[in-house]
T-cell receptor
């Protein structure tokens, strides 16, 4: 089946630093990649939709200058949390889809636990 | 914003019993997808039902969709302890975008 990896799985950083999270589709070319954040015992909140070679589309309320998304290839998207603060601590999950039928399942990465001290 | 609510928020049953979870959504959808999530992990796709379908089966899973009521249900038959997880429904819109519900935490006890 389709596999999506994320790196790192866990990161602890100091307030004010930037953190980059990678999302890779390992055995397929992803038409679209999505970035979510999830707080404990809550649902996934879509942050942005990313298509290879174009600018990401951010959801309302998500600061694009705070959460930089780069989708350099059909198998790699990165999320950079700039000048991280403790309130950015969360579980960040990416997903990828293959195809544009509108009925494509999303394949999720294992998530990245970010803790900002 | 979230697509809608899931009901119940938490469900505890004995192994062998059936588990039913409901999901309501707000906007029009192309499809509705169910996923499971084990604690601290990513989501695993379970089943997709299109907006023109009413019922779908996959193994021990049965999903129904009522577009007039904007609701869906997931039935897990003969539950096992390994089914313990959180279950989320996601409304599929344009561009394969998903908006998730609040989730149901299922606990299956031996």
């Amino acid at each position: 089946g389709a596999v999506v990896s994320q790196h790192p799985s866990r990161v602890i950083c100091k307030s004010g630093t930037s953190v980059k999270i990678e999302c890779r589709s390992l055995d397929f070319q992803a038409t679209t990649m999505f970035w979510y954040r999830q707080f404990p015992k809550q649902s996934l909140m879509l942050m942005a939709t990313s298509n290879e070679g174009s600018k990401a589309t951010y959801e309302q309320g998500v600061e694009k200058d705070k959460f930089l998304i780069n989708h350099a290839s059909l198998t790699l998207s990165t999320l950079t949390v700039t000048s991280a603060h403790p309130e950015d601590s969360s579980f960040y999950i990416c997903s990828a889809t293959q195809g544009n039928s509108g009925h494509n399942e999303q394949f999720f990465g294992p998530g990245t636990r970010l803790t900002v001290l | 914003s979230q697509q809608g609510e899931e009901d119940p928020q938490a469900l505890s049953i004995q192994e062998g019993e059936n588990a039913t979870m409901n999901c309501s959504y707000k906007t029009s959808i192309n499809n509705l997808q169910w996923y499971r999530q084990n604690s601290g992990r990513g989501l695993v796709h379970l089943i997709l039902i299109r907006s023109n379908e009413r019922e779908k089966h996959s193994g021990r899973l049965r999903v129904t969709l009522d577009t007039s009521k904007k609701s869906s249900s997931l039935l897990i038959t003969a539950s096992r302890a390994a089914d313990t997880a959180s279950y989320f429904c996601g409304g599929g819109g344009g561009g394969n975008k998903l908006t998730f519900g609040t989730g149901t935490q299922l606990k299956v006890e031996l």
